[in-house]
């Protein structure tokens, strides 16, 4: 008849080589998704984020409301750089909200 349980251990090693590199993959999803978010907080904020004036049509940086200065964007609103409160950001060619 032979012997069923012969095959076991090289079953067994299968699977286990099978859930290793399933292992493998998903370790390296989440080291590429860990570094497209530590470029995305690091290297991309760094740049000057431009907006469209829906008045003057121009493609500009937003400065902050009560000193015309440079901001640091947050969501919605920013933090003037002269002052450090916060601010509505506004065009800055002709001074109108963006």
């Known amino acids: 008849m032979g012997r069923p349980w012969a095959s076991l251990p090289y079953q067994a090693l299968e699977g286990s080589l099978q859930c290793l590199a399933v292992a493998v993959i998903i370790g390296l999803l989440v080291l590429v998704l860990a570094i497209l978010m ?6 991309a904020k760094k740049r000057p984020v431009q907006h469209l004036c829906s008045y003057c049509g121009r493609l500009v940086t937003a400065v902050s409301d ?29 001074k109108r909200p963006v």
């Open 66 to 94: 009560c000193h015309h200065a440079p901001v640091k964007e947050e969501f919605l609103h920013g933090v003037c750089q002269e002052c450090k409160n916060d601010c509505r950001l506004v065009c800055s060619t002709c």
């Open 38 to 43: 530590a470029y995305q907080r690091y290297v």
